[in-house]
C-alpha cells in the first residue's frame, strides 16, 4: 500500500516568506509526527498529533512554527517569517496508533531552503 | 544536550564480514531503543527494536544489543551486503511517542 508521501519535495523561500509542508500519512494511522533534520544531524521531534489534536508539541523551536491536523488525516506544517537557520529536511511519520514501541513510518521529507 | 549519540561518522566493512554499529545515551528512562536505515532522499526506515527489559534482539542478519548499565546499545549486521550501505540511526524514547535520534553512522560495504 501507499506509504506517507509529503510535498513538496523540495522547496526554496525567501527569508521572511511563509511556507505551509503537507504531510499525507498511511490510511488509518492515527498518530502522525513532525521532525526536522539538519544537515550532519539525525531528526529532531517536532510534534505529534494523536488524531485532530497536537498531543505534545514540546520539539517545537518558537512560535514561527505551526501544525494542524483538521481531520485526524493530512497535516500541514505551516513556518511564518521564515529565517535561513529554518533550512533543513522535515520529515512526516505516522504509526498505526501512539505509544512506546509502536514503529513510525517516515515519508521522503520535503528539503526547504531558506534564503 | 545530545541525549543520543553515535560517536562514529562513518564506518567502511568489506563485504561478508561483520558491521557493528554503536550508540551511547544519557537519559536512564529511555525504555525502547530502535535502529532506522536511510538511503539518499528517502525517509528513514524502520530496521529493530528492541525495550530496556531486554538484552538482545535478533531479526535475520541484524542483532541488536543493549547493556543497560552501560547505557549503550549496538547493532551487529553479519553478514554485510552492498545494499547495507546507508545511514543508520540510533533512536530512543522514553515512555512517550517521540523518538530521539543520535546523529547517524555512514556505513560503506566494500565489494
Known amino acids: 500500500g501507499a506509504g506517507v508521501s509529503q510535498t513538496p519535495s523540495n522547496k526554496v523561500t525567501e527569508k521572511g516568506k511563509y511556507v505551509e509542508l503537507r504531510c499525507d500519512p498511511i490510511?488509518?494511522?492515527?498518530?502522525l509526527y513532525w521532525y526536522r533534520q539538519s544537515l550532519g544531524q539525525g531528526p529532531e521531534f517536532l510534534i505529534y498529533?494523536?488524531?485532530?489534536?497536537?498531543?505534545?508539541d514540546s520539539g517545537l523551536p518558537n512560535d514561527r512554527f505551526f501544525a494542524v491536523r483538521p481531520e485526524g488525516s493530512v497535516s500541514t506544517l505551516k513556518i511564518q517569517r521564515t529565517e535561513r537557520g529554518d533550512s533543513a529536511v522535515y520529515l512526516c511519520?505516522?504509526?498505526?496508533?501512539?505509544?512506546?514501541?509502536?514503529?513510525?513510518?517516515f515519508g521522503p521529507g520535503t528539503r526547504l531552503t531558506v534564503t | 544536550d545530545q541525549q543520543v549519540k553515535q560517536n562514529s561518522p562513518s564506518l567502511s566493512v568489506q563485504e561478508g564480514r561483520i558491521s557493528i554499529l554503536n550508540c551511547d545515551y544519557t537519559?536512564?528512562?529511555?525504555?525502547?531503543f530502535l535502529w532506522y536505515k536511510k538511503y539518499p532522499a528517502e525517509g528513514p526506515t524502520f530496521l529493530i527494536s528492541?525495550?530496556?527489559?531486554?538484552d538482545k534482539n535478533e531479526d535475520g542478519r541484524f542483532t541488536v544489543f543493549l547493556n543497560k548499565s552501560a547505557k549503550h546499545l549496538s547493532l551487529h549486521i553479519v553478514p554485510s551486503q552492498p545494499g547495507d550501505s546507508a545511514v543508520y540511526f540510533c533512536?530512543?524514547?522514553?515512555?512517550?511517542?517521540?523518538?530521539?535520534f543520535g546523529q547517524g553512522t555512514r556505513l560503506t560495504i566494500n565489494p
Open positions: 511519520a505516522s504509526s498505526l496508533t501512539g505509544g512506546t514501541g509502536v514503529e513510525q513510518y
Open positions: 490510511s488509518g494511522h492515527t498518530a
Open positions: 498529533f494523536q488524531g485532530t489534536g497536537a498531543a505534545d
Open positions: 537519559n536512564s528512562m529511555f525504555d525502547y
Open positions: 528492541i525495550s530496556s527489559i531486554k
Open positions: 533512536a530512543a524514547s522514553a515512555g512517550a511517542q517521540k523518538l530521539v
